[in-house]
């Protein structure tokens, strides 16, 4: 049972526009979430996250929206820059649990 | 370099042979973390440790695996009698403490590449 679902296996968009990456979960203990970035052949970098007593939380170029009712977030990237071609995970942790859980990841590339 | 490092960063062993794996948190981080990616999939989780002591290992194989963060030294994965199964990327990473209320963000080192044949 995949606890956290990334449905979409790959995004491209258009440089200077939005790029939105969608997670879902299915897990209602889940507290806090975060987004990585990883680029081929390293490991995983953190972007950015949300606790779930807050609906947005904004880093620059990166936003992340959580909907609890609905159990999903995402991850928005305006505008979107050739380097921010990636794969993005998306994770979440339950309380008084120090593992996060993550899901398969969505490859975002930026065109030109 | 205050990031988590791990080594080696890729590693080539026959099938039946041993790998270790080694990682070091960042400085100040007690909490260790192992993730595998298996080629075209996600990463999942197979231990988290503290100094001494294993937390929760539910994503480890039952056989062959093990791993360890002594009182002094790095972390390490144990691979016994490796497969062809087993070749994938390693990811090691820590965090400074155990979750808070306010979440627990860890941090990744650069992986170490496991290739079998």
């Known amino acids: 049972d995949q606890q956290v679902k990334q449905n979409s296996p790959s995004l491209s968009v258009q440089e200077g526009r939005i790029s939105i990456l969608n997670c879902d979960y299915t897990?209602?203990?889940?507290?806090?979430f975060l987004w990585y970035k990883k680029y081929p052949a390293e490991g995983p970098t953190f972007l950015i996250s949300?606790?779930?007593?807050?609906d947005k939380n904004e880093d620059g170029r990166f936003t992340v929206f959580l909907n609890k009712s609905a159990k999903h977030l995402s991850l928005h990237i305006v505008p979107s820059q050739p380097g921010d071609s990636a794969v993005y995970f998306c994770?979440?942790?339950?309380?008084?649990?120090?593992?996060?859980?993550f899901g398969d990841g969505t490859t975002l590339t930026v065109k030109p | 370099n205050a990031g988590v490092m791990q080594n080696p960063r890729h590693l080539v062993r026959r099938r039946g042979q041993e790998a270790r794996l080694r990682c070091s948190p960042m400085?100040?981080?007690?909490?260790v973390y192992w993730y595998r990616q298996l080629p075209e999939e996600g990463l999942k989780f197979m231990v988290y440790?503290?100094?001494?002591?294993?937390?929760?290992e539910s994503g480890m194989p039952k056989e062959r695996f093990s791993a360890e963060f002594p009182k002094e030294g790095p972390s390490i994965l144990r691979i016994q009698q490796v497969v062809r199964g087993d070749s994938a990327a390693y990811f090691c990473?820590?965090?400074?403490?155990?979750?808070?209320?306010?979440?627990?963000?860890?941090?990744f080192g650069e992986g170490s590449w496991l290739t079998v044949v």
């Open positions: 440790l503290q100094k001494e002591n294993i937390i929760d």
């Open positions: 949300i606790s779930s007593i807050k």
């Open positions: 990473a820590s965090s400074s403490q155990w979750r808070t209320s306010s979440g627990n963000t860890i941090y």
């Open positions: 994770a979440a942790s339950a309380p008084n649990a120090g593992k996060s859980t």
């Open positions: 400085k100040g981080h007690s909490h």
């Open positions: 897990n209602s203990m889940f507290d806090y």
